[in-house]
Structure formats: C-alpha cells, structure tokens
C-alpha cells in the first residue's frame, strides 16, 4: 500500500486545513483499514493525532480533541483531517499511517503501523 499526503500549508492561528491521504496499491481492501495521522513538531517526538477503524469509530489525541475530525471515503480509498481552530502547537510535519490488522490498545502506538505516507508540513504561524 502506497500513501500520499496533501493538502498542508502555511496559515494563521484560528484557520483550518484539510489534509488528505490517497491510497494505492492493495487498494481492493481499503475498507478493512485503520487509517491514522500522527505528527511531528520541530525538536519533538512524532506524536498520536487521530485514527478511525473500519467500522468508522475514530479516537483522537488530547491535543487534538474537539478541533480536529478524522475521516474516510472507502470509495476515493481516501483519508481526510479536518483541522479547525489551528494553533502555533499544531505545526509539525503530519504523517498518514494505515495497518490491516492493529489491534485496538495499539491503535494511539506508531509502531504499529506498517505504512506511511511521506508527510506534509503544517505551519501555523500567531
């Protein structure tokens, strides 16, 4: 399974972005993945964002919770981040992650992903 992330930018704090995260490759199973987004900020360590299973029950960092909407479109093999009410702390580098078989205590664990997107960098300047 191939990832590409979009859809990051430079904006100012209150705004929001949309990212977006095509899948490709393997695709005829998209449907039974959990799909994630995971940063990293300059300096930190890559950090839980939000995740959605395939019965489409999502789960969100702390951080992010009641800001940020985690999404899918099984038919577009596409996963989506609404981000609303962006902050200077939500610039990172922001990664989309997918695994056929992630177990629900592992879903907040990057490492238990096996694939990745390349990332796109959200700025968000004050």
């Known amino acids: 399974v191939q990832l590409q992330a979009s859809g990051g930018g430079s904006v100012q704090a209150g705004d929001s972005l949309r990212l977006s995260c095509a899948a490709s490759?393997?695709?005829?199973?998209?449907?039974?993945?959990?799909l994630a987004w995971f940063r990293q900020g300059p300096g930190k360590e890559r950090e839980f964002v939000a995740a959605i299973r395939s019965d489409r029950s999502t789960y969100y960092g702390d951080s992010v919770k009641g800001r940020f909407t985690i999404s899918r479109d099984n038919v577009k093999n596409t996963v989506y981040l609404q981000m609303d009410s962006l902050r200077p702390e939500d610039t990172a580098f922001y990664y989309c992650?997918?695994?056929?078989?992630?177990?629900?205590?592992?879903?907040?664990?990057?490492?238990?992903?096996?694939?990745w997107g390349q990332g796109t960098q959200v700025t968000v300047s004050s």
């Open positions: 992650a997918a695994d056929s078989s992630i177990i629900l205590s592992s879903i907040r664990d990057e490492n238990g992903y096996d694939y």
């Open positions: 490759g393997g695709t005829f199973s998209f449907r039974r993945y959990v």
